[in-house]
Nanobody
Framework: QLQLVESGGGLVQPGESLRISCAAS????????IAWFRQAPGKERQGVSC????????YYADSVKGRFTISRDNAKNMVYLQINSLKPEDTAVYYC????????????????????WGQGTQVTVSS
């Protein structure tokens, strides 16, 4: 069983940066793709980025390109999301999710493609 735990969220001001983390534990073999999703109040969960743990290849949603950077540290079973130039519309609960298989542009953002999810970390951007 794979467990995912997010951390690093908080209250930040517009324009600031934040790095949130996803720690994987348990049976981590076979889970090759980690993604970050976010869900704002009253909105659907939205995929923002994903990474292949084996190759390091990444995808980003158009809405976050240039501001978000996903990275991984396989030795620590950690995946990070660096968020720069935060905007109020970035306010959401951020979730990491894991699935097996190769990285694909379509499945990167598909909620149903992921079998394991963390509990989420709240990011609030407000002055």
């Amino acid at each position: 069983q794979l467990q995912l735990v997010e951390s690093g969220g908080g209250l930040v001001q517009p324009g600031e940066s934040l790095r949130i983390s996803c720690a994987a534990s348990g049976f981590t073999l076979g889970y090759n793709v980690i993604a970050w999703f976010r869900q704002a109040p009253g909105k659907e969960r939205q995929g923002v980025s994903c990474i292949s743990l084996s190759t390091g290849s990444t995808y980003y949603a158009d809405s976050v390109k240039g501001r978000f950077t996903i990275s991984r540290d396989n030795a620590k079973n950690m995946v990070y999301l660096q968020i720069n130039s935060l905007k109020p519309e970035d306010t959401a609960v951020y979730y990491c999710a894991a699935r097996a298989g190769p990285l694909s542009a379509y499945e990167c953002y598909a909620v149903g493609a992921y079998g394991y999810w963390g509990q989420g970390t709240q990011v609030t951007v407000s002055s």
